[in-house]
């Protein structure tokens, strides 16, 4: 499917999912002997009232060519571990759901009021990622002696679940660090569990989900089909066109990492690269992390938001007639050619066309 104006989302993973406990944590790792600081995702807490705050901030102050905002779509984990009742070894892992608070010592007043302040303004648009992001099978499998039980049994005392850098063996959740993914029956019943979680903690059921990892087969779109989801995030290095399985979900592709916590932000190139998508008749998707928005153990909110300001008002220069959408505005527009807003509801001419791989012409 093509679309015949600019069209612009932006997707993000990884939200309500806890990292490193803030300083008090990373302390504690440090005196165990684990060395932090060498990669990204040492950095990587939990966001706080205060980035959200300021991210809600920054997006309510662009427009597009109908006067309306970005909105991000904030993919959640609905569960973290309970870090009081969990041990290693398990049979089964305790999980908090988000419904019900972050686990242990985890505090972050004002969070929930400020995620819901952003949804209510239209800039945030929650959507499904997972029950944990990890492998369950990875852990549960675990004897107490070996050397990756004793790591995991440090990271759960410090109240951190993982850091996948630093052991990549626990996997994604469908998917174990050994390229095979969970029988479809076990999926199921995360994904069944997650989506009931989602529902817990938002009053409504998730409509779009992108799996850990990007990591997602027929069976997990048949299980998020069964469990409401109507559109599947895939990640970027496949641009296709948008297009709908047989599950009659619709596959939306990652177009642009955005992601300043891990490499240097071209906005030169990006402008070019966007331009290249918008020509092919591709919605532009923006990919970047919640990390990215951090501030506890490290201040990456502050760049990251003079960064994206930069580029979406670049954007907005280059592409008068650009609109801000998210997946459910997609899924509309591909099935009807309309989508709503709080003004009103708006067309959008698509044409549906061979879906071929849009691979960057000339764009370096």
Not at 341 to 348: F, R
Request: contains cysteine.
């Amino acid at each position: 499917m093509k679309f015949e104006r600019p069209v612009v989302a932006l997707q993000s993973d990884d939200w309500g999912r806890v990292g490193i406990c803030d300083r008090q944590g990373w302390d504690r790792l440090r005196a165990t002997g684990i060395n932090l600081g060498t990669h990204p995702y040492d950095f990587y807490s939990l966001e706080t009232a205060d980035d959200v705050t300021a991210l809600r901030e920054m997006l309510k102050k662009h427009r597009d060519s109908i006067r309306r905002s970005p909105c991000l779509v904030m993919n959640f984990i609905t569960a973290n571990i309970d870090f009081e009742k969990a041990t290693i070894p398990c049979r089964e892992i305790p999980l908090r759901p988000l419904s019900a608070d972050l686990p242990g010592s985890w505090s972050r007043p004002g969070l929930f009021e400020s995620l819901r302040a952003g949804i209510a303004d239209g800039v945030f648009y929650p959507a499904l990622h997972g029950l944990t992001h990890f492998c369950s099978r990875s852990v549960l499998g675990l004897e107490q002696r070996e050397a990756k039980a004793e790591l995991l049994q440090k990271l759960w005392e410090a109240e951190t679940p993982y850091i996948y850098s630093r052991m990549p063996w626990i996997g994604y959740e469908n998917y174990t660090s050994d390229g095979r993914f969970l029988p479809g029956h076990d999926q199921m019943a995360a994904i069944k569990r997650a989506a009931d979680n989602f529902q817990e903690a938002f009053g409504f059921r998730a409509f779009s989900a992108c799996a850990p990892g990007y990591r997602a087969n027929c069976d997990t779109h048949a299980s998020w089909a069964r469990s409401g989801i109507r559109v599947a995030q895939n990640g970027p290095g496949h641009p296709l066109l948008p297009h709908f399985d047989k599950h009659e979900i619709l596959h939306l592709y990652r177009a642009i990492d955005f992601e300043p916590t891990h490499s240097a932000i071209d906005l030169d190139r990006l402008l070019r690269e966007a331009s290249e998508c918008f020509r092919r008749g591709a919605p532009l998707i923006i990919s970047i992390h919640s990390i990215n928005f951090h501030s506890t153990l490290k201040d990456f909110r502050t760049p990251t938001l003079q960064m994206l300001n930069a580029f979406l008002s670049a954007l907005e220069r280059r592409h008068p007639d650009l609109l801000y959408v998210h997946d459910r505005d997609l899924y509309d527009i591909a099935t009807s050619g309309t989508y709503r807003t709080t003004e009103g509801t708006y067309a959008v001419a698509t044409e549906y066309a061979h879906n071929a791989w849009l691979q960057p012409a000339g764009v370096h």
